[in-house]
């Protein structure tokens, strides 16, 4: 039986296949289009399962979509009822799409999915939607290795939803508590992404990466007068200062008021200010997320907690959550953000609404989260040779050890090899890879390679078995979703320690300068020889040359460009940027000798 | 059509009555605004206004 879920039309469409319950497919769209979160329907995702499995939309036994747009319509006129008049701007931009577009959806839907297939009819139960908050709850247990767990769902919003809880035991998932709009933890942290001129729904993450640099001086601020926060995990927020119900900003004038500062223009220097205030929404997300999970703990008692929704990316909250909540184990979806919805959704189909039974509990079953598209020897030879760069062909180990000399003699390679991620992170199938010890690394990749703010930290991937040896992190992180300590004996006598400006990540602070943060933090992947046989191979040749068991690991892709998805992406990336050599399978290109 | 009487069954099964009368008003304006973007019906539309 296949099922396929998609998600799509708000941002980051994708699209999932599975069959009998094993997840065979899933892409997002942008990675196909170029466009970065692309929230168009998800027709290249939908091709590429379909091609993958080898079958026809006609095929397909259901397919099911990620949230209900009736009940987001609903949350739509009644948020304009409940401020009216207040609010008809955003209800004039948002009616001509409802009205012209959203509400015909199910057709509109159906219209798209024939002119993938145009013998494809939907029969009786066969097109099905999902409640968005439900996707995700699916997505983070029904993937996970437990059989019971506590679901915890955190985004923007869904429908109603912002905030839900679910008891998931077996196959069921059983609904427990929510948090409706507008009172979210999500656009509480959009907010302030906004106010800090960074883009909404995008950049929440460069908060975080920025918020090391800060201290958190407006935290008092915030649970004062912007979050009511009650004991049981609940909250409210304050909506005299955002706009986001009632205008066509995040915040109000009353919110730069309060922080005393105008919202930073995208193209203004990053100030200490700028700092702080990253830094207290980081903390205060951090607070909210603990006194929900403790909360949580208390009440249920069950030792699995599994976690999505786009706050759920939020590594240093997740590993805060492992450390002090009271919950022993802790599995986070890879694709938390809106792409994990299609894969939710599908397995939602399978599991609670056609009733079957998870043939494994004790797996995760996401596979690295490797089940995008790969390339066979020929596509690469077919781009190698449009290209008309020299290339060298290898033999896997000879290959490796050839990456790995060129790394540590402080070369940047391009690494693409295999499926790629499905979800935002790079998992060492599309990687910009280097030396973590050079100190001049963390400064080079951001201004040479990614053409990205000085500030942004990088992650190691390091092998799984020494993971230890060098961070205080004590569980596996194979999805980079969880943040470590580097250990204070890797760590360098600073003289200047507790500096955290911006100039300042550039001082070697730790034997792995290149992936320690000003806080000593680092977002770490741990690669074990099962589970990525490959990359594994690669990390540990370059261990047996240097004694170093981690390499630093981003993302294969430029600024505001998703990650490349094709060989031609691939070499577009290389030749646009300072990446010095570029491993396609078991082809490697230098630039050297271009 | 099918899709906005979808609409207002959907409001009925969730016992969303006072969203009615905004519904139909949205409904009837998003017909005349398609209607008026795509038929022959236009004239005779902008006529009404």
Redesign the interface.
């Known amino acids: 039986m296949y099922v396929l879920g998609l998600s799509g039309y708000y941002h980051d469409s994708a699209a999932c296949l599975i069959k009998d319950g094993a997840i065979l497919a899933a892409a997002q769209e942008e990675r196909f289009t170029r466009i970065k979160n692309d929230a168009a329907f998800p027709q290249k995702s939908i091709e590429y399962c379909l091609a993958y499995a080898g079958i026809r939309l006609s095929d397909v036994d259901h397919i099911v979509f990620y949230e209900k747009p009736f009940l987001k319509f609903e949350r739509l006129l009644e948020t304009f009822l409940s401020s009216a008049p207040y609010g008809i701007r955003p209800f004039l931009k948002a009616m001509p799409i409802w009205l012209k577009e959203k509400l015909y959806f199910k057709k509109m839907l159906v219209n798209a999915l024939r002119r993938i297939d145009q013998e494809w009819r939907p029969g009786e139960g066969q097109l099905l939607f999902c409640k968005h908050h439900q996707s995700h709850a699916a997505s983070a247990f029904y993937a996970s290795p437990f059989s019971s767990a506590v679901i915890l769902t955190v985004d923007g919003v869904g429908e109603w939803e912002t905030t839900s809880v679910s008891i998931g035991a077996g196959h069921h998932i059983q609904p427990d508590c929510y948090i409706a709009f507008p009172h979210s933890l999500g656009l509480l942290y959009s907010a302030f992404t906004y106010h800090l001129g960074f883009k909404v729904n995008c950049d929440e993450y460069k908060v975080m990466g920025l918020a090391p640099y800060g201290k958190p001086v407006y935290l008092d601020i915030i649970f004062d007068e912007l979050v009511d926060m009650k004991s049981d995990g609940s909250f409210q927020l304050n909506m005299k200062y955002f706009n986001y119900t009632t205008g066509l900003t995040m915040t109000s004038k009353h919110f730069d008021v309060l922080i005393n500062a105008a919202r930073r223009h995208p193209d203004e220097p990053i100030s200490q200010k700028h700092m702080d205030i990253a830094a207290s929404i980081q903390t205060a997300a951090e607070q909210i997320m603990l006194k929900i999970t403790t909360a949580l703990y208390a009440k249920h008692r069950i030792e699995n907690l599994c976690l999505a929704g786009g706050v759920a990316l939020n590594c240093v909250v997740n590993s805060k959550i492992l450390k002090l909540s009271g919950f022993k184990n802790i599995w986070v979806q890879p694709a938390a953000g809106d792409a994990g919805g299609a894969l939710g959704a599908a397995l939602a189909v399978y599991h609670q609404y056609l009733d079957n039974k998870r043939l494994n509990t004790s797996q995760d079953r996401m596979q690295n989260s490797l089940l995008g598209p790969e390339c066979t020897t020929n596509q690469v030879l077919q781009a190698l040779n449009a290209s008309g760069l020299a290339y060298e062909k290898y033999e896997k180990r000879q290959l490796y050890s050839t990456i790995a000399s060129e790394i540590a003699g402080g070369k940047v390679v391009g690494y693409f090899n295999g499926r790629m991620e499905f979800g935002p992170r790079a998992l060492g199938a599309r990687s910009i890879l280097a030396d973590a010890r050079n100190p001049e690394m963390q400064s080079l990749l951001n201004q040479k390679i990614k053409f990205r703010e000085s500030f942004r930290p990088f992650a190691p991937a390091v092998l799984e078995e020494f993971a230890d040896d060098y961070f205080d992190l004590g569980v596996k992180s194979p999805y980079m979703l969880m943040v470590g300590d580097v250990r204070s004996d890797k760590r360098i006598a600073d003289q200047q320690q507790g500096e955290t400006n911006v100039p300042s990540i550039k001082r070697a602070r730790s034997v792995i300068p290149a992936v320690t943060h000003v806080d000593y933090s680092a977002r770490l992947q741990t690669v074990n020889a099962t589970d990525h046989p490959d990359f594994y191979q690669l990390i540990r040749t370059f261990f047996e040359l240097t004694g170093c068991p981690m390499l630093i690991n981003t993302s294969f892709n430029r600024m505001d460009e998703p990650i490349v998805c094709t060989p031609q992406d691939a070499l577009d990336c290389f030749l646009g940027t300072g990446i010095d050599i570029l491993v396609i399978s078991e082809f490697l290109v230098r630039k050297s000798a271009i | 059509m ?3 009487l ?2 207002l069954k ?2 009925k099964y ?1 016992k ?1 009555y ?2 009615w009368p ?2 139909l008003l ?2 009837i ?2 017909t005349l ?2 209607a008026a973007q795509s038929s022959a019906l236009a004239p005779f539309i902008y006529s009404l206004f």
Do not use: E, K, Q, Y
């Open positions: 099918g899709d906005l979808d609409f959907f409001l969730r969303r006072w969203l905004l519904a949205l409904i304006f998003g605004l398609v």
